[in-house]
């Protein structure tokens, strides 16, 4: 049968893609997409930062063994630096020391400097908006179209089969393995990965395989212009409570009140009020006069009770492999995600450095969420 493969993926985002280039080396591999292309949700609508000091403690493992494969790719995976450096600065503004400690506690490589000093990178910082401030020095912008392209080059080298427009319209588990029927046709396989982002518990509803509590998060950004004179090489700045960001990115600034709005899965726009929020924050913060906005969008960021991925096969079915809740961090750990997650599909350990980078299976592991 022409449309029998090893394993199905279900999801071309940055999770399935990548996880996918990966098992297609050994394996008969097809990856079903929903939408008319791959990337359309949550991958095409990052905030495009590398940050090892930001995201859960399985995040902060699996981003930080991410770090080498960003830095030098495999020859011919990109036709451009995946990664550029950009410095990150964590404000302490009134109030927020609890939220600093927090961020000392799991940080690695984070240099606190004087206020003055920020300013030098930051010359727009009101001298009295923050108490303390820390410089993550070891910080960059992603490509992540350049990413997302090179695993779905290095799929289809290897053979591996990507259709879009062939959503799951129905999942019957059989003796072997899975049917999946989608407006492509039938598609069979031995093991499902469900990689389908915010559509992840509809997925394992479909499939006959208990939910495990995906909450999708709308996150909500705004691009405004900056007439400032190099104003393109400031860093990445949040503050430690995680009520703002801002970065340059491509000629303009970038805001995010870093909403998190629990919605149903949908291709998600803008929230005004969000974006309004994040605009009056960075005006507090600093002494630029934003006057007009140039555009938004809105992006989907998908969470279970604990904040963590789930990664592994779920403990009522070997069949059916757990990939989602990589909440906003997705882009910046997939080279180690992906891997971790090969390894686990095809029943191997797990790679040594990200193992050496602190990652604990059982903090990933479907199998935390059924006790819950």
């Not at 915010?198 to 705004?222: E, F």
């Not at 709005?261 to 934003?290: C, F, K, S, W």
């Not at 090969?342 to 990652?359: N, Q, S």
Request: proline share 6%; with cysteine.
């Amino acid at each position: 049968m022409d449309n029998q493969f090893d394993i199905i993926i279900l999801g071309a985002g940055i999770a399935g893609a990548s996880v996918a280039a990966h098992l297609a080396q050994t394996k008969r591999v097809a990856i079903l997409e929903m939408e008319d292309r791959p990337g359309y949700h949550t991958t095409g609508r990052s905030a495009a930062s590398y940050e090892p000091n930001y995201g859960p403690k399985p995040m902060l493992a699996l981003t930080r063994a991410s770090a080498p494969f960003f830095k030098a790719p495999p020859e011919g995976f990109a036709d451009g630096p995946l990664l550029v450096h950009r410095p990150s600065l964590f404000l302490e503004a009134e109030g927020q020391e609890a939220f600093t400690e927090k961020l000392l506690s799991a940080s690695a490589g984070l240099e606190e400097i004087s206020i003055a000093k920020t300013r030098d990178y930051f010359p727009v910082l009101r001298p009295d908006y923050a108490k303390r401030s820390f410089l993550d020095n070891h910080t960059g912008d992603l490509d992540v179209d350049l990413l997302h392209r090179g695993y779905l080059r290095l799929f289809k080298v290897a053979g591996g089969m990507l259709m879009n427009h062939a959503g799951a319209t129905a999942i019957e588990r059989e003796a072997k393995g899975w049917r999946i029927t989608t407006p492509q046709g039938k598609f069979a396989c031995t093991t499902l990965v469900n990689a389908a982002g915010a559509w992840g518990d509809v997925v394992a509803k479909m499939a006959g395989v208990a939910a495990v509590g995906l909450t999708p998060k709308r996150r909500s950004i705004g691009v405004i212009p900056i007439d400032y004179a190099g104003f393109e090489v400031w860093p990445m700045v949040t503050d430690n409570a995680e009520t703002w960001y801002a970065k340059p990115q491509s000629g303009k600034m970038i805001v995010s009140s870093a909403d998190a709005t629990p919605v149903e899965p949908h291709d998600a726009y803008a929230d005004d009020m969000a974006i309004a929020e994040g605009i009056e924050r960075l005006m507090n913060a600093t002494t630029l006069e934003v006057t007009h906005l140039d555009h938004n969008w809105g992006g989907l960021r998908s969470f279970v009770s604990d904040g963590n991925p789930v990664v592994g096969y779920d403990p009522a079915d070997h069949g059916f492999f757990w990939l989602i809740g990589q909440g906003g961090y997705g882009i910046q750990s997939a080279p180690a995600l992906s891997r971790t997650a090969a390894t686990l599909i095809l029943d191997e350990d797990i790679p040594a450095d990200v193992a050496e980078a602190g990652l604990n299976l059982a903090d990933i592991t479907p199998a935390r969420l059924r006790s819950l």
